[in-house]
């Protein structure tokens, strides 16, 4: 059993990256770390990546620049890479290295083909080590020790009040696999079923770190920040509607985790969300999962907000040679 012990990153592939960091920072309020792998702190720089994305991926070894955002004490959650445009990986952290030698190990013998990041592309990443694998849907996950931790105080870019790294949701054809994949082989345990079309997933107390969302192939269907207060969530929804920037659904209030949500869409399909006042589960052993029909009013939001599944940014995919 792998134990996951918090989410970590989310890499995504960009084929603009000015206009994707412009968004990050100006409209979502993400603070801009980097340049990425020298360790240096020059805030509003990007930096060039190293080649590790395309391992194994069959894709041109070409330098491409990246650019790295933190909203908490991680080193930085959000790495958008020049490139190809889609999700490259999203990451968790283990508790050190002998737990990503024994994950490795675990992962091999129930047949999964898995890689170990290099040094250079570890330096960047601000871990110590790493290693990927794809879940049996094709999502490209990444699990790391020691991620950096920076203590300088977070300076968000425009006061949108995130407060940290909530969650991350995936894609999958088949949401009951999916859970068999991470009930299996990690410590998730599920907090709520929405019927077929959805896994609430917990990792420790917060009603979810991981979410794994129905559709069509791989994909980070969105990457969600807490917000301090309420209030939060609507100052962000009348800034980004005066900013034009498409919102997808919310503000709402979710029956599983009582979150008060906003999802909206940034750039090349990366789906956003504020919310607030996630349910924590302190009692794991008394939590009863609850299984919601997406198809009954307010079983999405219990506000009867009009329901719409966020867009999915699709895993990138290796070319076929
Ligand atoms: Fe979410």
């Not at 907090?191 to 079309?197: E, I, P």
């Not at 069509?216 to 269907?221: E, F, H, K, Q, R």
């Not at 997406?294 to 999405?300: H, N, Q, R, V």
């Given at each position: 059993m792998i134990e996951l012990t918090d989410v970590a990153y989310v890499r995504s592939g960009v084929a603009d990256l000015d206009k994707a960091v412009w968004f990050a920072t100006e409209m979502v309020g993400l603070e801009l770390v980097g340049?990425?792998?020298?360790?240096a702190e020059q805030p509003g720089q990007a930096d060039q990546a190293d080649q590790s994305d395309q391992v194994g991926r069959g894709q041109p070894q070409t330098q491409s620049r990246s650019a790295q955002l933190r909203?908490?004490?991680?080193?930085?959650c959000l790495a958008l890479v020049e490139?190809?445009?889609?999700?490259i990986a999203s990451a968790f952290t283990v508790a050190d290295e002998d737990a990503l030698t024994a994950a490795e190990t675990e992962l091999e013998r129930a047949g999964y083909t898995v890689s170990r990041g290099s040094p250079t592309a570890a330096r960047e990443r601000r871990v110590r080590s790493f290693i990927q694998f794809d879940d049996p849907f094709g999502n490209r996950i990444e699990l790391v020790s020691h991620q950096v931790t920076v203590t300088r105080p977070v300076r968000l870019?425009?006061?949108?009040g995130i407060t940290e790294f909530g969650h991350l949701c995936l894609d999958a054809t088949d949401v009951r696999e999916a859970y068999r994949f991470w009930s299996t082989h990690f410590n998730a345990r599920v907090?709520?079923?929405?019927?077929?079309?959805a896994c609430l997933m917990r990792?420790?107390?917060?009603?979810?770190?991981l979410a794994v969302f129905k559709g069509?192939?791989?994909?980070?269907?969105h990457m969600n920040f807490q917000v301090a207060i309420i209030d939060d969530v609507f100052r962000n929804w009348h800034f980004l509607v005066d900013n034009g920037v498409e919102i997808q659904m919310g503000p709402g209030r979710h029956p599983q985790s009582t979150a008060i949500f906003l999802y909206f869409l940034g750039p090349e399909g990366f789906t956003y969300e504020y919310s607030y006042g996630v349910r924590r589960i302190e009692d794991d052993a008394a939590w009863r999962p609850r299984t919601f029909d997406?198809?009954?009013?307010?079983?999405?939001d219990m506000w009867l907000g009009p329901q719409r599944k966020p867009s999915t940014q699709p895993q990138l995919r290796p070319e076929v040679p």
């Open positions: 340049p990425a792998d020298t360790g909203v908490d004490s991680r080193h930085h490139g190809g445009s889609g999700v870019t425009r006061p949108a907090s709520d079923w929405v019927g077929d079309a990792i420790d107390p917060v009603h979810h770190k069509d192939g791989p994909g980070l269907c997406p198809t009954e009013p307010g079983s999405i």
